[in-house]
């Protein structure tokens, strides 16, 4: 397949494929969750409060991906950095394994946050240039305890897990690509052993082909680590890709959750049927891709062939017209043509199509 090809290819449709799963327990459940964040000076505190989150309720087991979508604002990575306590959440419970984890901190917090580890969008900041990528992956094991060559054995085998090269080590975050330094912090969120990983807008920033790498990478993760995921993203056609279920938010709640077939294939609420009104090129779905595969193949097979036939023809053509056009008939092709080598060297037409130039 040539580039092109393969990045059509890439983009992916509404219409979730077949994906493997294995099902596990409950990893992680939120039971009203909510983050209020307060806007504005001390005057006019409460007036201005923004419910970021409120009332969220959701559960994610192990092997499965669980989807987040919603418009920019809605709420996504709020529920995200509340789960992963990176924020504290205003009211709510965060079950983890069957234990509360909302309102612990420093201590007794500090074991639990290494099973709920954080790919953010931006693969470019969330690494820091002046550290190696061994440093960036080994850091969060050690400080967990593990020695130093124990956290770089795991080190290179999660680079191995991530395909990148164990020389990847001891290189820097300039010296990779967009693709690759997500990839570094796929390696590095592993490293410290999570049960649920949550991906926040982790491809966003890529482009399609590498998105579509990516995410098949991420959903090989899911399988071979039996790991809990929340893919956060705007974009219906990566979660359509990726998730098992799916949650829909809009201003901070989610208005609709589900199995990703039938909230896409059947949205109820309002404001999903218009988030999905809003997908750029939702029509290529199935039907359509196999549609754009049949008029490619229409143009390869019959229409390709066809002007390479018409072009053997005027070559075959050719001395008779010159003998017509010597008697006076003008050959309106045969004036434009004339300096192109039409004759073999036997001087007969050849049999051979001739492949169109543009
Ligand atoms: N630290 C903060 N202080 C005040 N308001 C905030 C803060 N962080 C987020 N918000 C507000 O909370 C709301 C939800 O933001 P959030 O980042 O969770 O949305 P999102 O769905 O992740 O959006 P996007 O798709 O653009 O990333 C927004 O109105 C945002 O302005
Ligand atoms: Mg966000």
Same mark, same amino acid.
């Given at each position: 397949?040539?580039?092109?090809?393969?990045?059509? !290819?890439?983009?992916?449709?509404?219409?979730?494929? %077949?994906?493997?799963?294995?099902?596990?327990?409950? +990893?992680?459940?939120?039971?009203?969750?909510?983050?209020?964040? $307060?806007?504005?000076?001390?005057?006019?505190?409460?007036?201005?409060?923004?419910?970021?989150?409120?009332?969220?309720?959701?559960?994610?087991?192990?092997?499965?991906?669980?989807?987040? +979508?919603?418009?920019?604002?809605?709420?996504?990575?709020?529920?995200?950095?509340?789960?992963?306590?990176?924020?504290?959440?205003?009211?709510?419970?965060?079950?983890? =394994?069957?234990? =509360?984890?909302?309102?612990?901190?420093?201590?007794?917090? *500090?074991?639990?946050?290494?099973?709920? #580890?954080?790919?953010? %969008?931006?693969?470019?900041?969330?690494?820091? &240039?002046?550290?190696?990528?061994?440093?960036?992956?080994?850091?969060?094991?050690?400080?967990?305890?593990?020695?130093?060559?124990?956290?770089?054995?795991?080190?290179?085998?999660?680079?191995?897990?991530?395909?990148? =090269?164990?020389?990847?080590?001891?290189?820097? &975050?300039?010296?990779?690509?967009?693709?690759?330094?997500?990839?570094?912090?796929?390696?590095?969120?592993?490293?410290?052993?999570? =049960?649920?990983?949550?991906?926040?807008?982790?491809?966003?920033?890529?482009?399609?082909?590498? %998105?579509? #790498?990516?995410?098949?990478?991420?959903?090989?993760?899911?399988? *071979?680590?039996?790991?809990?995921?929340?893919?956060?993203?705007?974009?219906?056609?990566?979660?359509?890709?990726?998730?098992?279920?799916?949650?829909?938010?809009?201003?901070?709640?989610?208005?609709?959750?589900?199995?990703?077939?039938?909230?896409?294939?059947? &949205?109820?609420?309002?404001?999903?049927?218009?988030?999905? $009104?809003?997908?750029?090129?939702?029509?290529?779905?199935?039907?359509?891709?196999?549609?754009?595969?049949?008029?490619?193949?229409?143009?390869?097979?019959?229409?390709?062939?066809?002007? !390479? #036939?018409?072009?053997?023809?005027?070559?075959?053509?050719?001395?008779?017209?010159? #003998?017509?056009?010597?008697?006076?008939?003008?050959?309106?092709?045969?004036? $434009?043509?004339?300096?192109?080598?039409?004759?073999?060297?036997?001087?007969?037409?050849?049999?051979?199509?001739?492949?169109?130039?543009?």
């Amino acid at each position: 397949m040539n580039t092109r090809a393969c990045c059509i !290819a890439a983009v992916p449709g509404v219409a979730p494929p %077949q994906r493997e799963t294995r099902i596990g327990p409950i +990893v992680l459940a939120t039971e009203g969750l909510s983050k209020t964040y $307060a806007r504005g000076g001390w005057l006019k505190r409460r007036r201005g409060d923004i419910a970021a989150a409120a009332d969220v309720t959701l559960e994610i087991r192990r092997g499965e991906t669980l989807g987040i +979508v919603g418009e920019s604002g809605s709420g996504k990575s709020t529920v995200a950095r509340c789960i992963a306590r990176l924020i504290e959440p205003s009211a709510g419970r965060i079950v983890l =394994d069957g234990e =509360d984890i909302a309102r612990l901190d420093g201590n007794a917090l *500090r074991p639990r946050r290494r099973r709920v #580890q954080i790919v953010f %969008q931006d693969p470019y900041r969330s690494l820091n &240039p002046r550290r190696t990528v061994g440093d960036a992956i080994i850091e969060g094991p050690m400080n967990y305890g593990a020695t130093r060559g124990d956290a770089l054995k795991t080190a290179t085998e999660l680079l191995g897990l991530v395909r990148l =090269d164990a020389r990847a080590l001891d290189r820097y &975050p300039h010296q990779f690509s967009g693709g690759q330094r997500q990839r570094i912090c796929i390696a590095r969120a592993l490293a410290i052993g999570p =049960d649920l990983l949550i991906a926040d807008e982790a491809v966003s920033a890529l482009d399609v082909s590498v %998105q579509a #790498q990516v995410l098949a990478l991420l959903d090989e993760i899911r399988l *071979r680590l039996d790991l809990a995921m929340l893919f956060i993203t705007h974009d219906l056609r990566v979660a359509a890709r990726v998730c098992d279920r799916v949650a829909v938010m809009q201003q901070g709640r989610i208005v609709e959750q589900g199995p990703v077939a039938e909230v896409f294939g059947a &949205p109820r609420h309002e404001y999903t049927k218009a988030l999905f $009104a809003a997908v750029p090129g939702r029509r290529l779905g199935l039907r359509q891709r196999r549609c754009t595969s049949c008029l490619a193949a229409l143009v390869h097979v019959v229409i390709l062939p066809l002007i !390479a #036939q018409e072009r053997v023809l005027l070559v075959t053509l050719e001395p008779r017209l010159r #003998q017509h056009a010597d008697v006076g008939v003008q050959c309106p092709s045969s004036t $434009a043509r004339s300096s192109a080598p039409l004759r073999s060297s036997s001087g007969r037409a050849p049999f051979a199509p001739v492949r169109p130039e543009d």
